[in-house]
């Protein structure tokens, strides 16, 4: 089984939000491939959701900003229901987090910010419980995508 996380830069392209969605067709056909693959697990982690929401937030155009956070809304309750073709990761324990800050530094002075950061040691928690098992990093950032896990 693969597992795969989804990255802010996914999670916009799939939500279509303007500005943000330059590769959108690509990627809703990569994403219902892997909905359907029974051996890959999709994690979304709620920094990625913050972060989406953060570009909904920003864009011009009310309507746009209402339809596009609605449907934000709308794939995480999904989600809490598990009906979703993700799980949701809430945000790192006090000690996941412990781990992250003390990394978080150096990464930063190595330009990757703070939710980056969060996605690799999602990623690395990952690795850590399923050794035998690929994780990926699913992002249009090849920095991101740089760490993943092939045993």
């Known amino acids: 089984m693969t597992i795969v996380i989804v990255d802010t830069s996914i999670l916009l392209n799939i939500l279509d939000v303007p500005g943000k969605n330059e590769r959108r ?4 056909r990569e994403f219902a491939s892997l909905v359907k693959d029974q051996r890959t697990e999709l994690l979304l982690p709620l ?23 609605q449907r934000l809304v709308e794939i995480v309750r999904q989600a809490l229901r598990g009906e979703a073709p993700w799980v949701l990761v809430p945000f790192p324990e006090r000690e996941d987090l412990e781990k992250l800050l003390d990394g ?14 969060s996605m690799i040691a999602i990623g690395e928690r990952e690795k850590r419980r399923w050794p035998k098992r ?3 990093i699913w992002s249009l950032d090849g920095q991101l995508a740089a760490y993943d896990h092939r045993p």
Do not use: M
Not at 25 to 28: G, K, L, N, T, Y
Not at 47 to 69: F, M
Not at 104 to 117: E, P, Q
């Open 25 to 28: 067709d690509e990627i809703r």
């Open 47 to 69: 920094v990625a959701v913050v972060e989406t929401g953060n570009h909904i937030a920003q864009l011009d155009h009310g309507q746009l900003r209402r339809a596009r956070g």
């Open 134 to 136: 690929p994780v990926r």
């Open 104 to 117: 978080l530094a150096d990464r930063l002075v190595s330009s990757i910010g703070f939710a980056d950061a």
